[in-house]
């Protein structure tokens, strides 16, 4: 079928039209492909209806078998769109990317990529280590977690980074301890940088597991280091340890409720920290959602 213009439809017109003409709500067809073993977001479903996102996963691709019988198309209809689609990679798809806020702008990474924010898999505790090198540079990012699955057949989740500074590049990440790195989306333009990590294997509900990352970046000036909690948290540790030719002089930690990009959000809870053994360090228990903050100074 073609549109007015002569043009043949392409992905996203075709799959908006099947959905319309079957009547099915985003969530209902999530359920289904939920059903059928290939669980999809609703946000996911959204952007692939829109437009804005395509799905070139190899893993998408029984996905869309799957679509396809639910929304009664011919069968390889979605996926002969995508394989003649126009060639545009998830880099160029974002070309908003720079004036979106970064928070939005990961979220609808995460999106894109198949997964969720929360819901899916929740965070028990998370330990932080930011390396800061003798030019006052940070270096890397250590951080352990103990994950529990909220629904069973959970297998990953992501992890976002945002490294700031003035020259472009994303950060890099590496699997430590019980998981592996699947796929990255790097914006270095907006030095960020997005991975789907990837247990051994799925979990059921209820289940624990032990994961340990390691980011490494391009050094970078650096006296801030942030934890993002979208959901209520048992523990979280944060720690920096510095160079022993680069101690700052004071430190403090603070908390702020927004977790978007908002220089002029009012720090709350702000307690000085002791720079002891070359690190600094805190330990929160119970913790509501929040962005908690160590800052230092050399001044």
């Not at 059928?36 to 946000?43: E, K």
């Not at 990317?97 to 924010?117: N, W």
């Amino acid at each position: 079928m073609n549109d007015s213009s002569g043009a043949k439809p392409g992905f996203s017109e075709v799959l908006s039209r099947a959905v319309q003409a079957r009547g099915l709500s985003l969530d209902r067809i999530r359920a289904r492909l939920e059903a059928a073993g290939v669980p999809v977001s609703n946000a996911t479903l959204s952007y692939w209806q829109s437009g804005r996102s395509l799905p070139t996963r190899a893993r998408s691709l029984r996905t869309l078998v799957e679509l396809e019988g639910i929304l009664q198309l011919e069968p390889g209809t979605l996926i002969e769109l995508i394989r003649t689609a126009d060639g545009r990679t998830r880099h160029q798809l974002f070309a908003w990317q720079t004036i979106v806020p970064t928070g939005e702008l990961a979220e609808q990474i995460i999106a894109q990529m198949g997964m969720e924010v929360s819901g899916r898999i929740s965070r028990v505790s998370v330990h932080d280590t930011l390396t800061v090198d003798a030019n006052r540079c940070e270096t890397s990012h250590l951080t352990r977690q103990v994950l529990r699955a909220e629904r069973s057949g959970v297998q990953t989740f992501p992890v976002v980074y945002k490294q700031e500074g003035e020259e472009p590049g994303a950060p890099e990440i590496e699997a430590i301890l019980g998981c592996h790195i699947g796929e990255v989306v790097e914006v270095p333009e907006r030095q960020l940088m997005v991975a789907e990590v990837v247990l051994p294997r799925p979990l059921q509900r209820g289940e624990l597991a032990l994961t340990e990352t390691l980011v490494s970046m391009k050094p970078a000036p650096s006296d801030l280091m942030t934890r993002s909690v979208f959901e209520p948290m048992r523990e979280v540790a944060m720690a920096v340890q510095f160079h022993p030719q680069a101690l700052p002089k004071s430190a403090r930690t603070y908390t702020q409720l927004t977790m978007h990009d908002d220089d002029t959000a009012a720090e709350t809870d702000v307690v000085p920290v002791p720079v002891l053994d070359n690190q600094i360090q805190i330990v929160k228990l119970d913790v509501p959602p929040s962005v908690y903050a160590l800052r230092w100074s050399w001044e």
